[in-house]
Structures are given as structure tokens and as C-alpha cells.
């Protein structure tokens, strides 16, 4: 039996469970591995993530991986497609589809994006769905700075995240829907009462358009940034602060047929991002599941104990075993202080 996008949708949102995104483009995956000294090849990317894929956190936190066209394609060292490793692991193979974001042409130019792929994007699905992916994913960036957002920007980027989510369905995969707005990049000096209103407004266009587009919300899994104050900002919030008001603006804005909600790290610390999260369920009284979809707060640890040598390979999938296990402790509400020194 084939599984329905709600099936899918909430198999990614399972009790417990989160999504490891492992979609760094070239250029991404190339700062991350300068920044530890290694040379970024077809086989130090495959090795890499192939570590991540073959972890034992894999198996009981992970519920799918966000891969990018390159390692959707490669095989693991054993001669294995990493799509059947992630498969063994009983996690869902994922890929994003969104070919970057581009500056936006006019006035706000050089700070504004849009992002662009959506040309050839349903031939471009038919081939991801044959090579096993069933989720997908799109990232919008909406860069708070003065005089920025723009409304041109807001709904430049939500109009192609609903065009984007309706293709996915129509070829039987679950759109991760992601609207991010940044909390780092050259300006980010915002209060957290700045981060709020743009994230309500621009979460508000995302349905808006969604419904437009008659995108089927119980297929698919939001990925929102959490309310919190510019990197730069003199005042940073406080945890509880950042977990009650990222749960007013989802209360504002996302409709109760959505079946999850799965957040980005966005340059929060590794801890940080696990605390929010713990905090949110803490607080709980939410239609939709809170889980995670961290990039970096999920792998910053594997990659550094790491480092490029096969001989730390175990030392780096016991990091990334501990924060999966950090992180799905907080998908319940269950985190604690004292959990994570105990590793
Ligand atoms: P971060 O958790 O590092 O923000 O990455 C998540 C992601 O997939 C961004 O698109």
C-alpha cells in the first residue's frame, strides 16, 4: 500500500523524532570542513555523512535526513546507496529541491533574497521520487535590517514556497515549508520583539499563499525559525522568553491541520537550540508536534570530533548520538541539564 503525504508527514513528526538536515550545498559543506581543515571532495562529503548515516542515534531520534542532490546520488563506501543506509536506519530520505537564494532585483538588493528553482521542478520531482526521496525541502530568507523586510520581499518568497509545496504533493512528497528569518548575517542587531513581528507577518503570507495554492496542510511539515533576538543584538532573551513567544506567534499563524512543526538551529549554540525546544514542550497545549530539523546544532560536535580522520570516525557518531538523543529528549519535554552532562 502506497503511504499518503499525511502518512509521511507525520511518520517525520513521530513522538520522539526529528530530521537531521544534511543538504549543505557545496559551497555550505566547503566552510564547514575549512573551518576544521579538510578538503571538501566527492569522498570527504560521502565519508562524512556517511559516518552521520551509519550512527546508532540514527535509529531511535531520527526520523528522516534533508540530503542534497549530490548525496541523494552516492553510494557509501561498502558500495551501498546512502538512501538505503538511511532506509536501514528507519529514517525517510529527504532532499532539498530550492536552488539557493538569490539577491532580489530593486532597491533592497543587496540585502534582500529570493529564492530561486522553481524551473523544471516537477521533472526534477519525478526523478527525486524514483531515487527514494519522500519529503522535500525549500528555504526562503527573509533578512531583518532597517528598512527591511519588504512586503516585495515577504511575498516574492512566500508566493514560491506555496508554488514549490504544491508541486511536491502533486508528485506524492511532503514539502517542508521554510521560511527563515535569519538571526545572524551583517546587520542582525534586532530585538526579539522585531523577530516577532516579522515572523507573524511572514508566516501569515506563507498560509495565505498555501491556501491559494490549495496545498493540502496535513501533507506537509513546517520549518520556521524560533522568535529570539538578533546574534548581535545587545539584549539577548532569555530561554523561556524565546520557547512562550515562538509558541504566541505559531498560535497566530499556523493552521491546526498541520501536523508538525519542525524547527531550524540557525546559528543557536548546540545547547541552546536543545533547551528551546525541551522549553516549548515543556509548555506544550499545541494542536501541532514541536520537533527539530537542525542542521548544525545537530552536527557542529560530529564534525569537530571528527576532524577529516577515519580513525575518530566512532568518536564523531558518539557526538552526533548525543545530541539526536539530546534533541529527541526535548521533542517530549524531557531535556534536562543534568542529561546532558551525564554523557
Ligand atoms: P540549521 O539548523 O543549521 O539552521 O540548518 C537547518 C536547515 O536546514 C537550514 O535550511
Known amino acids: 500500500m502506497t503511504e499518503t503525504l499525511s502518512d509521511i508527514a507525520n511518520a517525520m513528526v513521530a513522538p520522539g523524532k526529528g530530521l537531521l538536515a544534511a543538504d549543505e550545498s557545496s559551497g555550505t559543506i566547503k566552510k564547514r570542513f575549512d573551518s576544521i581543515g579538510v578538503t571538501s571532495t566527492e569522498d570527504t562529503r560521502r565519508d562524512y555523512r556517511e559516518m552521520l548515516f551509519r550512527a546508532e542515534g540514527m535509529k531511535n531520534h531520527v526520523s528522516g535526513v534533508i540530503l542534497y542532490d549530490e548525496t541523494i546520488r552516492q553510494k557509501a563506501k561498502d558500495g551501498t546507496s546512502l538512501v538505503d543506509v538511511i532506509r536501514a536506519a528507519g529514517a525517510i530520505p529527504g532532499i532539498k529541491v530550492d536552488e539557493g537564494a538569490k539577491p532580489l532585483a530593486g532597491p533592497t538588493v543587496d540585502i534582500e533574497k529570493v529564492t530561486e528553482g522553481l524551473d523544471g521542478l516537477r521533472e526534477r520531482f519525478a526523478e527525486y521520487y524514483k531515487l527514494g526521496a519522500r519529503f522535500a525541502k525549500w528555504r526562503a530568507v527573509i533578512t531583518i535590517a532597517h528598512g527591511t523586510p519588504t512586503w516585495n520581499c515577504v511575498k516574492a518568497n512566500a508566493h514560491a514556497l506555496a508554488r514549490y509545496a504544491a508541486l511536491a504533493q502533486e508528485a506524492g512528497i511532503v514539502p517542508i515549508v521554510e521560511p527563515e528569518v535569519l538571526m545572524d548575517g551583517p546587520h542582525a542587531d534586532h530585538t526579539i520583539e522585531r523577530c516577532y513581528e516579522v515572523t507573524e507577518w511572514t508566516q501569515r503570507t506563507v498560509f495565505r499563499e498555501l491556501y491559494d495554492a490549495r496545498v493540502a496542510l496535513d501533507g506537509m511539515i513546517l520549518k520556521?525559525?524560533?522568535?529570539?533576538?538578533?546574534?548581535?543584538?545587545?539584549?539577548?532573551?532569555?530561554?523561556?522568553?524565546?520557547?512562550?513567544?515562538?509558541?504566541?506567534?505559531?498560535?497566530?499563524?499556523?493552521?491546526?491541520?498541520?501536523?508538525?512543526?519542525?524547527?531550524?538551529?540557525?546559528?543557536?549554540?548546540?545547547?541552546?537550540?536543545?533547551?528551546?525546544?525541551?522549553?516549548?514542550?515543556?509548555?506544550?497545549?499545541?494542536?501541532?508536534?514541536?520537533?527539530?530539523?537542525?542542521?548544525?546544532?545537530?552536527?557542529?560536535?560530529?564534525?569537530?570530533?571528527?576532524?577529516?580522520?577515519?580513525?575518530?570516525?566512532?568518536?564523531?557518531?558518539?557526538?552526533?548520538?548525543?545530541?539526536?538523543?539530546?534533541?529527541?529528549?526535548?521533542?517530549?519535554?524531557?531535556?534536562?541539564?543534568?542529561?546532558?552532562?551525564?554523557?
Open 224 to 343: 520556521p525559525n524560533m522568535i529570539i533576538a538578533g546574534q548581535k543584538a545587545p539584549k539577548q532573551a532569555s530561554p523561556q522568553q524565546v520557547a512562550e513567544l515562538t509558541i504566541k506567534c505559531l498560535k497566530a499563524t499556523v493552521p491546526a491541520a498541520v501536523p508538525g512543526i519542525a524547527f531550524l538551529s540557525g546559528g543557536q549554540s548546540d545547547e541552546q537550540a536543545t533547551e528551546n525546544l525541551s522549553l516549548m514542550n515543556q509548555i506544550g497545549g499545541v494542536p501541532w508536534k514541536l520537533t527539530f530539523s537542525y542542521g548544525r546544532a545537530l552536527q557542529h560536535a560530529a564534525l569537530h570530533a571528527w576532524g577529516g580522520k577515519s580513525e575518530n570516525v566512532a568518536a564523531g557518531q558518539r557526538a552526533f548520538t548525543h545530541r539526536a538523543k539530546m534533541n529527541s529528549l526535548a521533542a517530549l519535554g524531557k531535556w534536562s541539564e543534568t542529561q546532558e552532562k551525564a554523557a
